[in-house]
């Protein structure tokens, strides 16, 4: 019965402590309009790669707000860190789209007042109120960057050029082949067979009703003989590529350019199939212990310049189409390798990592969800 | 006194293994002088830039200070509550006493991962929120059991006649212990202290889910190899720590040795 | 008497005669001097680690709500069912245990020689020496030297490089189940072997004196005298290494990671830590926890908690 009180008393609380309602309460409402003296100190959760010292320095010298930073290599990581000692661990957590909702809608994360950050009003249309960060009207955090995840090869063992993911399903690479581990992979599965075997007719590789999740599942059950490792972390890759353990696989463009940077051979691509991605928010922690150190992060992170400086060094695309210009003049020619300013077409192409739940959204509730995912990937590995 | 090729054919499995563990720890101590940040063979070059680098970065400071205090602060409580309990089931009969041995070794014998998991949930459902403290709870249960097996293993090696002596000429508790009691089994404590010490300076997986925002060294360590972008730092601070500890270790092991006289009284 | 230490004397002195009447207590009623000295670490350990446990324990007998991931009291045994109907985490479990052993194994078979020759032919100066080699790996970061393995059994890796260079062919043991063998094989030696040492320091030599005086050879002396007594210290580290082995997930996620690689600490992390679904993971780590119950039951028959 320890845990019935538990989970009674911190609803209470944060029921009490989250003035805001997920659903149609107008803004201002328990929302800070300036943003205050700053604490000294934030918390944050983010992907590799995400707070390096050359956007990090300047924001400290700037606000005295000491950045202690914590990596998670994948979404669901991040909700249990978010959640871990009650939730006021940490400040703001860097979640992809599969994990903002599942924060929002476990009221992990408190809604923020765009009107603080003066570069939201120049973001891109698309990622200003997205589904994914944005409920009942409520902005639960400032969208930051988005991109594919990439197929990468080894230019000088792998020709011709891969076009297709099937480059990573077939046996031409045997023992050659890494992708992440990640139960979200399956979605990469499912993408390839919603162009490769039409018949099975999944529109989209978050939605999969039992017979589709299946027909994943056993692609992936079948690559396994062809897989060296299943990365865990990004250095995983770095090493996989780098030392001759693998010469094809699935990556982001954060490994592709650290390779680059140690002179190994590769290049990254998206196939003709197109890609699953990630939109990332930087959102706020219900119970953030310095929010004011949040809010000029936030201000910070959306500015044109540091969004270049991030978009080139983890090889993503800025939400703030200004970056674009800089983004060139720090690396010419980047602003159109990484898609920056790119057509609301190439947006849509990409599809974005979100939650998979039981509601298929279209009248259906026969899909399978995160759970279910989860065990599949587990038993799948082995 | 064994056979010459015995001794022969011991010392050079003995040699043997030795390499086996120092070749990883040379490695270890030429890579730190990488100049590629991605580890590969052979070594591209050399530099002493990253010795420089880990020198001046604060959080390589701030994480080895937390887990200098975490593990003193740990060895203290081990010391304390390890050899309490070593001499009360050393000295005294009751029940349930093979139960209370048996409890104080299952924070080392279950995975590390379950001890994280309970206490974390455990400081969770009382809204104790994580830090040092936290840290030096989840380390002192495994902890414990080091201090406790050497001090009840040194115990259980001396009269307990002595104490009765020591009473029969008139000492009180407190002199006991000071002159009798103490002497004993202070060389187990320090052998159990210096374990438990780096047991605790080392330890990821329970620290992991006790640890909260800070980062203790391992911890610290976990972020740079999850990058993989700076990993002679980390190199760099392994060689360190292992050319500062020789000093200590070689001391502790010359302590435990010279008074063997008490323990191996019926040994020679 | 008092000649002797002059602080033994004149009892009419208060603090002391105060000091007396409680040791009199004490001597008098053993039993308080019991409770006094136990109760504190009892105390400190149920109180939290035990009660924590239970709690653990407790929740493996609930479930998760799928999307937000919070845990639901509905009392079931889903979890103990999809584990045991699930061939995938039987073989998971089965594996870790197996590796547990060989580890154990591989660890008391490098051990003993080296134990053996440290307590009873080297000299005191090499003595030293030895303690020092063997304690010193321990004091750096565990981390580092299971990462410092990928960079040994890797494609382009020392190892491979060695082979190549004496033209035997290329070994692809990178992040197999080999490669998580050897490397916990390697980390927990230190372990093993400081039992072990401990173990065979303490036989007695006028034993072997007496074994050699009633005409045993120097084989049969090692197999029925030093051997029995120093299996005690060999379980003490078995002990070590087993339940290391059995409850890790940083070896397997780093030095292991190819298909099939999977250790019950992987698991259990990646429903904590990843999907943070307690229960499952709590019902998961039951398996080691009944394992190593069992294997200290055992142990501590046969003398080992008295060699640790």
């Given amino acids: ?382 | 006194m064994e056979q010459r090729s015995t001794r022969w054919a011991l010392g050079s499995w003995t040699v043997l293994v030795i390499l086996f563990l120092w070749l990883p720890l040379g490695l270890i101590m030429v890579y730190a002088f990488n100049n590629s940040n991605v580890q590969s063979w052979p070594i591209p070059g050399f530099t002493t830039h990253w010795f420089r680098v880990a020198w001046h970065a604060s959080e390589v400071r701030t994480a080895i200070w937390l887990s200098v205090r975490a593990a003193l602060l740990a060895t203290g409580f081990a010391l304390v509550l390890g050899s309490a309990a070593a001499f009360a089931i050393a000295r005294f009969r009751f029940f349930g006493r093979e139960t209370v041995s048996f409890l104080l070794v299952l924070p080392i014998a279950l995975p590390g991962i379950i001890t994280g998991m309970a206490l974390n949930s455990f400081f969770v459902f009382n809204h104790i929120s994580l830090s040092l403290t936290t840290i030096v709870i989840g380390h002192s249960t495994f902890c414990v059991v080091l201090v406790y097996n050497n001090a009840l293993a040194r115990l259980r090696r001396s009269s307990p006649s002595l104490l009765e002596a020591s009473a029969d000429l008139g000492a009180d508790g407190w002199q006991t212990f000071r002159f009798v009691i103490w002497p004993i089994i202070s060389t187990a404590l320090v052998a159990g202290g210096l374990l438990a010490f780096a047991l605790s300076f080392d330890e990821v997986v329970v620290t992991f889910f006790t640890a909260g925002a800070q980062n203790t060294l391992p911890l610290l360590i976990l972020g740079y190899i999850r990058l993989g972008q700076q990993l002679p730092i980390v190199n760099a601070i392994a060689s360190v720590m292992i050319l500062l500890t020789v000093i200590p270790v070689a001391l502790a092991q010359r302590l435990m040795r010279d008074t063997g006289v008490v323990a191996r009284g019926t040994a020679k | ?308």
């Fill in chain 3, 1 to 308: 008497m008092s000649a002797i230490n002059p602080e033994l004397g004149a009892p009419d002195r208060p603090l002391r005669a105060a000091r007396l009447r409680i040791s009199g207590f004490f001597w008098r009623h053993r039993w308080a001097k019991a409770v006094l000295l136990l109760a504190p670490p009892l105390l400190a350990f149920g109180f939290v680690y035990l009660a924590s446990l239970g709690a653990l324990f407790i929740s493996s007998f609930w479930t998760v709500d799928p999307f937000t991931t919070e845990i639901k009291h509905i009392w079931n045994i889903d979890n103990y069912r999809t584990i045991w109907d699930s061939g995938a985490y039987r073989s998971i479990a089965l594996r870790t245990i197996g590796i547990a052993a060989a580890v154990t194994f591989t660890d008391a078979l490098l051990a003993f020689p080296l134990g053996y020759f440290m307590a009873r032919i080297a000299s005191g100066r090499s003595r030293t020496f030895l303690f020092v080699a063997v304690l010193l790996p321990l004091w750096s970061s565990y981390l580092i030297r299971v990462y410092i393995w990928r960079l040994i059994l890797n494609e382009d890796g020392v190892m491979n490089w060695t082979l190549g260079k004496v033209g035997l062919p290329h070994l692809h043991l990178a992040y197999t189940n080999w490669a998580v063998w050897i490397v916990f094989s390697y980390v927990w030696l230190p372990f093993m072997i400081l039992p072990v040492f401990g173990a065979l320091e303490r036989v007695p030599h006028s034993l072997i004196e007496a074994s050699r005086d009633l005409g045993a050879g120097g084989f049969q002396t090692f197999r029925r005298v030093v051997l029995p007594l120093a299996l005690p210290g060999v379980i003490a580290g078995s002990i070590f290494t087993f339940s290391l082995t059995l409850g890790d997930y940083v070896t397997p996620l780093l030095a292991g990671g190819r298909p099939g690689t999977q250790f019950i600490g992987n698991v259990v992390y990646s429903s904590v830590g990843i999907s943070n679904n307690v229960p499952f993971a709590a019902a998961f780590a039951s398996i080691p926890l009944a394992v190593m119950a069992a294997y200290l039951l055992i142990a501590r028959r046969l003398g080992a908690f008295e060699a640790m």
């Fill in chain 1, 1 to 382: 019965m320890i845990r019935i009180k538990r989970a009674h008393v911190l609803l209470a609380a944060l029921a009490a402590a989250l003035c805001v309602p997920a659903a149609g309460v107008s803004s201002g409402n328990g929302l800070p309009t300036t943003i205050g003296k700053g604490e000294g100190q934030l918390n944050l959760v983010a992907w590799e790669g995400y707070t390096q010292p050359q956007w990090v320095k300047p924001f400290t010298k700037a606000t005295g707000c000491k950045v202690n930073a914590k990596y998670a290599g994948s979404s669901d990581e991040m909700v249990t860190l978010m959640r871990s000692g009650g939730g006021s661990q940490y400040d703001m957590v860097s979640a992809s789209g599969d994990a903002s909702l599942r924060l929002i809608y476990g009221k992990d994360v408190q809604p923020v007042n765009v009107n603080l950050i003066p570069d939201w009003k120049n973001f891109i249309p698309a990622l200003k109120s997205p589904p994914h960060n944005t409920v009942g009207g409520q902005h639960y955090g400032i969208s930051l960057q988005w991109g594919p995840n990439t197929l990468l090869y080894n230019t000088k063992k792998v020709t011709p050029v891969p076009t297709s993911w099937s480059a990573i399903y077939s046996p031409r690479f045997k023992g050659k082949v890494t992708v992440p581990d990640n139960p979200i992979q399956i979605a990469d599965a499912a993408l390839y067979l919603s162009k490769s075997q039409p018949a099975l007719g999944i529109k989209d590789p978050y939605e999969l009703n039992q017979n589709q999740f299946n027909a994943a599942v056993a692609l992936l059950k079948a690559q396994k003989p062809l897989i060296k490792k299943y990365w865990a972390l990004a250095s995983d890759e770095i090493d996989l590529f780098k030392n001759g353990d693998a010469i094809i696989g699935a990556t982001w463009p954060y490994q592709t350019n650290t390779l680059i940077a140690a002179k190994v051979p590769v290049k990254d691509l998206i196939p003709k199939e197109g890609a699953t991605g990630w939109a990332d928010t930087w959102m706020l922690s219900a119970k953030a212990k310095h929010p004011n150190c949040a809010y000029m992060w936030l201000k910070w992170v959306s500015t044109p310049n540091v969004q270049a400086q991030q978009a080139i060094y983890f090889g993503e695309t800025p939400a703030n189409p200004k970056a674009c210009p800089i983004m060139n003049q720090l690396a010419a020619g980047s602003a159109a390798q990484y898609h920056c300013g790119a057509s609301a077409a190439y947006f849509r192409s990409i599809k974005f990592w979100k939650t998979p739940v039981a509601d298929c959204g279209n009248g259906q509730k026969n899909c399978m969800d995160y759970t279910q995912w989860q065990q599949a990937w587990t038993q799948l590995k082995g």
